[in-house]
């Protein structure tokens, strides 16, 4: 049998200390923005496209792509995970389509959803989650400890970049 297996890349949105996640239709699960990597596009470009269409935010990836001399290439902003899911699976348990997420991290200047996209859901289907509202939360616990982390980590960069521009200034 033949697996078909898409790229995909999902963005942990964060904003005041909280996480963006909407319930998925479909899946019925809470997840954060994300989606297909079009033929066009890079996985960090599309996670933030993702984010755009789905929430309106302006994100920026929290971590950057490192400085490497390259004449003919360029480094990419790289994923906190690489996710691999099981989206149809037949009858004798083997998936037959499969998702390679890359999973990122960003921070918003803002909580105010207003989805960008032409079929996007409506902003009430999001809600900010804090860590403690996640570990206390029936999300799925791979979105809890992704989420939970992804707090952490654009807390560590806004006070990395507050130190950087105290000891410039």
Do not use: C, K
């Not at 697996?3 to 319930?23: I, K, P």
């Not at 984010?51 to 001399?69: I, Q, S």
């Not at 860590?131 to 989420?147: M, N, Q």
Request: aromatic share 6%; net charge negative; hydrophobic share 35%.
């Amino acid at each position: 049998m033949e697996t078909t297996r898409h790229f995909t890349a999902t963005v942990y949105v964060v904003n005041d200390g909280a996480v963006a996640l909407h319930e998925h239709d479909r899946l019925g699960i809470r997840i954060p923005p994300g989606g297909h990597v079009d033929r066009d596009e890079l996985p960090h470009e599309a996670g933030l496209r993702e984010v755009r269409e789905e929430t309106g935010l302006a994100a920026e990836l929290v971590g950057d792509a490192p400085d490497v001399p390259a004449p003919a290439g360029r480094a990419l902003p790289s994923p906190r995970y690489q996710m691999l899911y099981d989206i149809d699976v037949n009858e004798d348990g083997e998936a037959y389509h499969q998702h390679i997420d890359h999973v990122f991290f960003a921070e918003a200047d803002s909580r105010d959803i207003d989805p960008d996209g032409d079929d996007e859901e409506d902003p009430e289907v999001w809600q900010w989650y804090t860590p403690a509202e996640l570990r206390a939360s029936d999300v799925d616990p791979d979105t809890v400890e992704i989420g939970i982390e992804a707090v952490e980590a654009v807390a560590a960069a806004t006070a990395e970049s507050s130190a950087t521009a105290h000891t410039e200034g």
